[in-house]
């Protein structure tokens, strides 16, 4: 290992941490960190390229310059002043070795490869000086022992203590006074607080406190007064409560970080996106991706498999302590804690598939606002934008511990059912939608339950699904639950044959939609139903190019739906019928189309029509030769359909968008822009519209001269 100003380069493994980063080197710079730091003094460049390169004496090269250059980029955290690598202009280079640093002696010594966690390290590096406690705070696993270490080992005066097997005062006191070396006296609390104060500006990591958090905050407290000078680091579950305390949250890893440990603890490198799909699917929690690194021995295939039952997964190494040697005795620590109010809630919260509101979990659970919150406060759960969710682990944790209970079940499918009742709203009703997307899981859940016990709220449920705006719930697993509702009779055929055949069009199975959509239409007796089978007919008939056909199934759609006061469909019937204007050629019949659609989004405020409806109406000036207009018509419908984030509308607004720019000879924002066209149609799975938007990326390289690459595309 070397120790250079801000990183530490490992030369065994080709890597540098930096700032909780870790960045790969190649053999030659490895090597041309080697050479410099064994040679402690200013070096030419012809020694380097004789040397490191094996070029022959008075060899002529840039090669040095350029992979200094490349180096000081992974060194340095501002290049241009470098403060690792350093140059003397017409002298040669020298690299700034730092002397090993030998961890404080209260500090255990850190045995493998830090990872991540750079945001957290530059919060504790800058919390306030009047901050002399600071907790880290998360479930268990999630590294923050290992980070409490990290930090402290680089605060000089630093002590360690850890109270794992703690169980009361008298257990805190005896490992404070070990950590600190203490012949412990008569009283030892007030003994403590005198060597702490005697110690001046010390730093004391008291780990593990959850268990013992009542006598840890009482004796912290008393600590504060008495040794004015001392920091205490705690890392726990839940916060101490005390005054001045600042509480740091500890979540996941990020994926690079993630993926960088477990390939370390591994001792291997895997293809990158199975490692991807492998760490998400564990949260990215420290603990879980060390043990899952351990059962590698039958490849990653086998680690995969495992997943299912990754609370089991056993660590195999022997300094490992117990309540760490699997993802359930981990969590099994938080179970103990809780009295029986807290276990029963937090094991019903299993029943949800996603986030969920506090509404929701006092109705289904059921449980009180103050249950949950001490849940939160225990780091079992996590309260983000109004709602509740747990870590995978943690609800693979508690659906173990869930007994059967069929009342649990019915109560969720039937909170779904009754949360949707007012069906038309969801067009418009943002928040409605919203949650809609957010609660999808959930939704499918409690349909699939219905469907197993032929209960009629799954015809509710699947009527929800009817009137979910496109591109909210789709795709093949709507439509397997549709499927089976259908099958079973519980609700009315024609919407639900239209609400298969949306979902199976959006998933871009085109025939199976289309012949659902032509029943729907034919068995509809009323104005109602029939206008929405038209819609949908229309729409698939029209993304298929059959304009005649989308024309005329169109324009029913819209009499229809206007006759039976479905006035925001009737808007949203209009905007297709103006793109078969437009492939007709009909321009000024196009634009009264699109501009009528938009008037009656606006009108009802459905901004989803209204942003995918400016998209077609900017192809629409395009080619009536009004750039400047398309251009802001195109500007604003992205705008709108990154707002209500609908992938499917925001890909199709990019490329009408992207042939604007083009249009306008904005040719580098136009590949830009193709490029995020191309991202979002890759992310639906549409080949046919990636590959049209790889084709113009390819138009415009060649039209600015790149031929070859204009080819390639």
């Known amino acids: 290992m070397l120790r250079l100003p801000g990183c530490v380069v490992d030369l065994d493994r080709r890597r540098i941490h930096r700032d909780g980063q870790v960045i790969e080197l190649t053999d030659k710079e490895a090597a041309l960190l080697e050479y410099l730091a064994a040679n402690d003094r200013l070096i030419d460049q012809h020694e380097l390229l004789r040397e490191v390169w094996g070029y022959h004496p008075g060899a002529q090269s840039r090669t040095v310059r350029s992979t200094v250059g490349r180096l000081r980029k992974k060194l340095e955290r501002d290049a241009s002043e470098p403060r690792c690598l350093l140059t003397v202009f017409g002298e040669g280079y020298r690299l700034r070795v730092l002397p090993a640093v030998e961890p404080p002696i209260g500090v255990p010594a850190e045995v493998d490869g830090f990872y991540g966690r750079a945001d957290l390290l530059e919060t504790l590096g800058r919390t306030r000086a009047d901050a002399r406690l600071v907790t880290l705070k998360g479930p268990g696993g999630i590294g923050k022992t290992r980070l409490a270490l990290h930090h402290a080992g680089s605060r000089g005066a630093s002590w360690f203590c850890e109270l794992g097997s703690s169980r009361g005062r008298s257990d805190v006191l005896d490992a404070v006074g070990a950590s600190l070396r203490l012949s412990l006296g008569e009283a030892p609390a007030e003994q403590i607080g005198r060597v702490l104060r005697g110690r001046g500006p010390v730093l004391l990591v008291m780990d593990n406190a959850e268990q013992v958090i009542d006598a840890v905050a009482d004796l912290v407290a008393a600590w504060l007064r008495a040794a004015p000078r001392a920091r205490f680091l705690v890392t726990s579950r839940q916060a101490l409560r005390l005054r001045g305390e600042v509480v740091i949250e500890v979540g996941p890893l990020g994926r690079d970080a993630a993926v960088a440990l477990f390939e370390d603890r591994a001792g291997a490198f895997f293809d990158r996106a199975t490692v991807e799909g492998l760490v998400d699917r564990l949260d990215r929690i420290p603990l879980a991706l060390e043990l899952a690194a351990c059962q590698v021995d039958g490849g990653l295939e086998s680690v995969v498999g495992r997943l299912e039952d990754h609370l089991a997964m056993r660590t195999t190494f022997r300094d490992v302590p117990e309540r760490h040697a699997t993802l359930r005795a981990a969590i099994d620590g938080s179970w103990a804690l809780l009295d029986p109010e807290e276990r029963q809630a937090f094991a019903r919260c299993a029943v949800f598939r996603g986030a969920f509101t506090t509404e929701a979990a006092t109705q289904v659970l059921p449980t009180t606002p103050d249950v949950l919150e001490r849940l939160r406060r225990r780091s079992l759960l996590r309260f983000r934008d109004g709602r509740w969710t747990l870590f995978e682990t943690l609800k693979a944790y508690a659906a173990n511990k869930l007994t059967a209970e069929p009342t649990l079940d019915v109560r969720h499918a039937a909170w779904f059912a009754r949360s949707y009742a007012r069906l038309d709203g969801l067009l418009t009703d943002h928040g409605a939608a919203a949650a809609l997307r957010d609660e999808q899981a959930d939704l499918l859940g409690a349909l699939e339950y219905g469907v197993t016990r032929s209960d009629p709220v ?73 206008g929405r089978a038209l819609y949908g007919l229309g729409l698939l008939l029209a993304e298929r190019a059959d304009n005649a056909a989308a024309e005329e199934s169109l324009a029913e759609a819209v009499l229809k739906l206007r006759e039976a006061g479905q006035l925001v469909l009737a808007g949203r019937a209009l905007g297709p019928l103006g793109i078969t204007a437009l492939r007709r050629r009909e321009l000024g019949l196009a634009r009264q189309r699109l501009d009528e659609a938009i008037r009656i989004a606006r009108q009802y405020g459905d901004r989803a029509h209204e942003g995918s409806t400016l998209g077609n109406l900017c192809s629409v000036l395009r080619e009536s030769g009004l750039l400047v207009e398309a251009l802001e018509a195109g500007r604003e419908a992205v705008s709108i359909c990154g707002e209500l984030g609908n992938t499917r509308k925001m890909a199709m607004t990019l490329l009408a968008l992207a042939m604007a720019l083009s249009a306008l000879d904005l040719s580098g924002e136009a590949q830009e822009t193709y490029q995020a066209a191309i991202t979002a149609f890759r992310d639906l799975g549409n080949a046919h519209y990636e590959g049209v938007a790889i084709g113009h990326i390819g138009v415009e390289l060649a039209r600015g001269g790149d031929v070859i690459g204009g080819k390639a595309h």
């Open 458 to 530: 799954a015809g509710e449920l699947a009527l929800v699904l009817a009137a979910a705006d496109e591109g909210t719930v789709r795709g093949d697993r709507a439509a397997g639950a549709l499927t089976r509702v259908l099958e079973l009779g519980l609700g009315d055929r024609v919407a639900l044959l239209t609400a298969r055949g949306n979902a199976l069009r959006l998933a871009w199975r085109a025939d199976e939609a289309e012949r659902d959509l032509r029943e729907a239409v034919a068995g509809a007796r009323g104005g109602d139903a029939r």
